[in-house]
Protein backbone atom coordinates (compact mmCIF):
# COMPACT_ATOMS: atom_id res chain seq x y z
CA UNK A 1 0.00 0.00 0.00
CA UNK A 2 1.44 3.51 -1.34
CA UNK A 3 2.07 5.61 1.54
CA UNK A 4 -0.18 8.81 0.69
CA UNK A 5 -2.97 5.85 0.44
CA UNK A 6 -1.98 4.95 4.54
CA UNK A 7 -1.94 9.16 4.97
CA UNK A 8 -5.66 9.20 3.44
CA UNK A 9 -7.12 6.42 5.50
CA UNK A 10 -5.66 7.41 8.59
CA UNK A 11 -7.16 11.46 7.50
CA UNK A 12 -10.56 9.49 6.99
CA UNK A 13 -10.71 7.39 10.08
CA UNK A 14 -9.30 10.17 12.38
CA UNK A 15 -12.19 13.05 10.52
CA UNK A 16 -14.68 10.59 10.94
CA UNK A 17 -14.13 10.02 14.90
CA UNK A 18 -13.86 13.28 15.69
CA UNK A 19 -17.23 14.39 14.63
CA UNK A 20 -18.38 11.06 16.75
CA UNK A 21 -18.10 12.84 20.20
CA UNK A 22 -19.35 16.49 18.31
CA UNK A 23 -22.57 14.99 17.55
CA UNK A 24 -23.49 12.87 20.99
CA UNK A 25 -22.53 16.00 22.21
CA UNK A 26 -24.54 17.90 20.67
CA UNK A 27 -27.53 15.55 20.95
CA UNK A 28 -26.69 15.80 24.86
CA UNK A 29 -27.30 19.41 24.72
CA UNK A 30 -23.92 19.93 25.78
CA UNK A 31 -22.57 21.35 22.48
CA UNK A 32 -24.49 23.81 20.39
CA UNK A 33 -23.37 24.05 17.36
CA UNK A 34 -23.63 27.19 15.19
CA UNK A 35 -26.13 26.94 12.00
CA UNK A 36 -24.50 29.57 10.26
CA UNK A 37 -21.26 27.80 10.06
CA UNK A 38 -22.23 24.49 9.54
CA UNK A 39 -24.11 25.44 6.67
CA UNK A 40 -21.49 27.56 5.24
CA UNK A 41 -19.10 24.89 5.97
CA UNK A 42 -21.29 21.96 4.59
CA UNK A 43 -21.30 24.06 0.84
CA UNK A 44 -17.71 24.93 0.74
CA UNK A 45 -16.26 21.72 1.69
CA UNK A 46 -18.50 20.21 -1.18
CA UNK A 47 -17.17 22.61 -3.34
CA UNK A 48 -13.41 22.43 -1.97
CA UNK A 49 -13.81 18.88 -3.07
CA UNK A 50 -14.36 18.94 -6.26
CA UNK A 51 -12.48 21.72 -7.20
CA UNK A 52 -9.34 19.61 -5.65
CA UNK A 53 -10.31 16.36 -7.21
CA UNK A 54 -10.22 18.53 -10.79
CA UNK A 55 -6.56 20.01 -9.57
CA UNK A 56 -5.47 15.89 -9.50
CA UNK A 57 -5.77 15.80 -5.37
CA UNK A 58 -6.51 12.33 -5.96
CA UNK A 59 -7.20 10.05 -2.70
CA UNK A 60 -6.25 13.13 -0.69
CA UNK A 61 -9.66 14.48 -0.77
CA UNK A 62 -11.28 11.26 0.76
CA UNK A 63 -11.28 12.78 4.20
CA UNK A 64 -12.65 16.06 3.11
CA UNK A 65 -15.46 14.24 1.39
CA UNK A 66 -16.22 12.51 3.93
CA UNK A 67 -16.52 15.53 6.47
CA UNK A 68 -18.25 17.20 4.04
CA UNK A 69 -21.37 14.68 4.96
CA UNK A 70 -20.53 15.11 8.58
CA UNK A 71 -20.74 19.10 8.41
CA UNK A 72 -24.24 18.71 6.27
CA UNK A 73 -25.47 16.23 9.47
CA UNK A 74 -24.37 18.79 12.01
CA UNK A 75 -25.87 21.62 10.23
CA UNK A 76 -29.01 19.56 9.98
CA UNK A 77 -29.66 18.92 13.77
CA UNK A 78 -28.10 22.60 14.22
CA UNK A 79 -31.91 23.58 13.30
CA UNK A 80 -33.12 22.06 16.36
CA UNK A 81 -29.98 21.78 18.78
CA UNK A 82 -28.09 25.20 17.78
CA UNK A 83 -26.97 27.89 19.68
CA UNK A 84 -29.45 30.72 20.16
CA UNK A 85 -26.22 33.11 20.53
CA UNK A 86 -26.65 34.45 17.22
CA UNK A 87 -25.88 38.01 15.98
CA UNK A 88 -25.50 40.74 14.10
CA UNK A 89 -21.84 39.87 13.51
CA UNK A 90 -22.85 36.59 12.58
CA UNK A 91 -25.87 37.37 10.31
CA UNK A 92 -23.33 39.83 7.80
CA UNK A 93 -20.64 36.70 7.81
CA UNK A 94 -23.02 34.51 6.56
CA UNK A 95 -24.38 37.02 3.92
CA UNK A 96 -21.11 38.02 3.06
CA UNK A 97 -20.45 34.27 2.96
CA UNK A 98 -23.07 33.34 0.71
CA UNK A 99 -22.53 36.53 -1.39
CA UNK A 100 -19.05 35.56 -2.35
CA UNK A 101 -19.66 31.92 -3.57
CA UNK A 102 -21.69 33.39 -5.90
CA UNK A 103 -19.08 35.28 -6.85
CA UNK A 104 -17.13 31.96 -6.54
CA UNK A 105 -19.57 30.02 -9.43
CA UNK A 106 -18.67 32.77 -11.99
CA UNK A 107 -15.01 32.47 -11.70
CA UNK A 108 -12.57 30.64 -14.00
CA UNK A 109 -9.49 30.80 -12.78
CA UNK A 110 -8.75 27.56 -10.25
CA UNK A 111 -6.18 29.71 -8.18
CA UNK A 112 -8.42 32.76 -7.39
CA UNK A 113 -11.36 30.34 -6.78
CA UNK A 114 -9.32 28.62 -4.18
CA UNK A 115 -8.52 31.02 -2.68
CA UNK A 116 -12.04 33.10 -2.45
CA UNK A 117 -12.95 28.91 -1.33
CA UNK A 118 -10.70 29.46 1.79
CA UNK A 119 -11.68 33.11 2.49
CA UNK A 120 -15.27 32.18 2.07
CA UNK A 121 -14.73 29.06 4.76
CA UNK A 122 -12.76 31.35 7.40
CA UNK A 123 -15.62 34.11 7.40
CA UNK A 124 -17.62 31.15 7.76
CA UNK A 125 -15.90 29.83 10.87
CA UNK A 126 -15.85 33.77 12.70
CA UNK A 127 -19.16 33.13 13.90
CA UNK A 128 -18.36 30.00 15.88
CA UNK A 129 -15.10 31.23 16.87
CA UNK A 130 -17.20 34.49 18.23
CA UNK A 131 -19.32 32.01 20.38
CA UNK A 132 -16.53 29.95 21.69
CA UNK A 133 -14.57 33.11 22.87
CA UNK A 134 -17.51 33.88 24.74
CA UNK A 135 -18.68 30.61 25.34
CA UNK A 136 -16.01 27.95 25.71
CA UNK A 137 -18.19 25.05 26.99
CA UNK A 138 -20.71 25.10 24.05
CA UNK A 139 -18.19 23.38 21.47
CA UNK A 140 -16.25 20.01 21.98
CA UNK A 141 -12.68 20.72 22.08
CA UNK A 142 -11.81 17.25 20.90
CA UNK A 143 -13.21 17.60 17.65
CA UNK A 144 -11.28 20.62 16.78
CA UNK A 145 -8.36 19.02 18.12
CA UNK A 146 -8.60 16.31 15.95
CA UNK A 147 -9.57 17.86 13.36
CA UNK A 148 -6.45 19.23 12.55
CA UNK A 149 -4.88 16.31 12.83
CA UNK A 150 -6.89 14.49 10.09
CA UNK A 151 -5.77 18.14 8.15
CA UNK A 152 -2.20 17.64 8.55
CA UNK A 153 -2.65 13.80 7.26
CA UNK A 154 -5.08 15.03 4.48
CA UNK A 155 -2.38 17.50 3.31
CA UNK A 156 0.11 15.00 3.23
CA UNK A 157 -1.71 12.48 1.54
CA UNK A 158 -2.79 15.13 -1.81
CA UNK A 159 -1.00 13.22 -4.59
CA UNK A 160 0.50 16.48 -6.20
CA UNK A 161 1.33 19.82 -4.20
CA UNK A 162 0.56 23.22 -6.06
CA UNK A 163 -1.48 25.95 -4.11
CA UNK A 164 -4.89 24.88 -6.20
CA UNK A 165 -4.82 21.16 -4.01
CA UNK A 166 -3.00 22.15 -0.80
CA UNK A 167 -4.18 26.00 -0.14
CA UNK A 168 -7.78 24.56 1.27
CA UNK A 169 -6.72 22.00 3.16
CA UNK A 170 -4.11 24.22 4.60
CA UNK A 171 -6.53 26.76 5.71
CA UNK A 172 -8.78 24.05 7.17
CA UNK A 173 -5.76 23.13 9.32
CA UNK A 174 -5.37 27.03 10.33
CA UNK A 175 -9.16 27.31 11.22
CA UNK A 176 -9.13 23.88 13.61
CA UNK A 177 -5.63 25.40 14.77
CA UNK A 178 -7.55 28.54 16.02
CA UNK A 179 -10.51 27.03 17.54
CA UNK A 180 -8.50 24.68 19.71
CA UNK A 181 -6.43 27.06 20.90
CA UNK A 182 -9.19 29.20 21.61
CA UNK A 183 -11.76 27.01 23.22
CA UNK A 184 -8.71 25.67 25.34
CA UNK A 185 -7.09 28.68 26.78
CA UNK A 186 -10.60 30.61 27.64
CA UNK A 187 -11.97 27.07 29.26
CA UNK A 188 -8.45 27.92 31.72
CA UNK A 189 -9.22 31.49 31.99
CA UNK A 190 -12.63 30.58 33.98
CA UNK A 191 -16.46 30.17 33.53
CA UNK A 192 -17.78 31.71 30.45
CA UNK A 193 -18.45 35.23 30.21
CA UNK A 194 -21.99 36.07 29.48
CA UNK A 195 -22.29 36.85 25.95
CA UNK A 196 -23.91 40.46 25.79
CA UNK A 197 -25.04 41.38 21.95
CA UNK A 198 -24.66 44.90 22.31
CA UNK A 199 -21.12 44.59 23.25
CA UNK A 200 -20.31 43.40 19.48
Given at each position: MELKTVFAIIATIIGVGCFIPYIVDTFKKKTQPHI???LIWTLLQATGVIAMYKGGAGIGVLALTIGT???GFTC???IKYGTKNISTFDTICLIGALASMCIYFFMHQPLLSVILISAIDFMGFLPTLRKAYYEPYTETLS???FFMISGIFSVLALSTYTVITAFYPLTLVFINVIATVVIWA???TGPPISFQREDL
Amino acid sequence: MELKTVFAIIATIIGVGCFIPYIVDTFKKKTQPHIYTWLIWTLLQATGVIAMYKGGAGIGVLALTIGTFFCGFTCVISIKYGTKNISTFDTICLIGALASMCIYFFMHQPLLSVILISAIDFMGFLPTLRKAYYEPYTETLSMFAFFMISGIFSVLALSTYTVITAFYPLTLVFINVIATVVIWARRRTGPPISFQREDL
